[in-house]
Antibody, heavy 120, light 107 residues
Framework: EVQLVQSGAEVKKPGESLKISCKAS????????IGWVRQMPGKGLEWMGI????????RYSPSFQGQVTISVDKSISAAYLQWSSLKASDTAMYYC?????????????WGQGTTVTVSS | EIVLTQSPDFQSVTPKEKVTITCRAS??????LHWYQQKPDQSPKLLIK???QSFSGVPSRFSGSGSGTDFTLTINSLEAEDAATYYC?????????FGQGTKLEIK
């Protein structure tokens, strides 16, 4: 079964760094772009950015450019979302999802989500 | 950036009713419009891709239509399990964007 399994919930303090992961299985990891989506508490879905695992080429939403870093390690079929200095406003659920058909694709497989809580 | 506007934001419906949710794009996106269902405390699930193509395993009561700037998700004969929030998503140009969501409550 094609799956994306995300790392567990995180509780961090403002200013701390964080890297969450999304591990793919049962498909050719380098053949599909991976996307990241934010959902703040009680709110809708926000598209953060995507990355091509084949050449590690990320594309960011302007809203998130410079705020997060998206990366991959194709040797272990994993994608990552990283913050260098968390803010309270980063508190949210974060989903990774697989894109079909390159950058114009739909999101056909989703991870279970990683809850990030940033609080002093 | 392409803005997607869904209507309504909220709808309370009875089982077996027919439901229509619309998604309007701020500029033409061809057929690169997709629909997702999200139930409480679950990840979103793909229902319809490229405006009208049903995704594998999705019940046949869900259908999509439209092209250009105006799109519709239709749920025929609503069931209690369809209580969820529905989102549209465009992949025509970067950055991709989502609509604000439509919450369906079952009476």
């Amino acid at each position: 079964e094609v799956q994306l399994v995300q790392s567990g919930a995180e509780v961090k303090k403002p200013g701390e760094s964080l890297k969450i992961s999304c591990k793919a299985s049962e498909y050719s990891f380098t053949s599909y772009w991976i996307g990241w989506v934010r959902q703040m508490p009680g709110k809708g879905l926000e598209w953060m950015g995507i990355i091509s695992p084949g050449d590690s080429d990320p594309r960011y939403s302007p809203s998130f450019q410079g705020q997060v870093t998206i990366s991959v390690d194709k040797s272990i079929s994993a994608a990552y979302l990283q913050w260098s200095s968390l803010k309270a406003s980063d508190t949210a659920m974060y989903y990774c999802a697989r894109l079909t058909a390159g950058v114009v694709g739909t999101l056909d497989v989703w991870g279970q989500g990683t809850t990030v809580t940033v609080s002093s | 950036e392409i803005v997607l506007t869904q209507s309504p934001d909220f709808q309370s419906v009875t089982p077996k009713e027919k439901v229509t949710i619309t998604c309007r794009a701020s500029q033409s996106i061809g057929s690169r419009l997709h629909w997702y269902q999200q139930k409480p405390d679950q990840s979103p699930k793909l229902l319809i891709k490229y405006a009208s193509q049903s995704f594998s395993g999705v019940p046949s009561r869900f259908s999509g239509s439209g092209s250009g700037t105006d799109f519709t998700l239709t749920i025929n004969s609503l069931e209690a399990e369809d209580a969820a929030t529905y989102y549209c998503h465009q992949s025509s140009s970067l950055p991709h964007t989502f609509g604000q969501g439509t919450k369906l409550e079952i009476k």
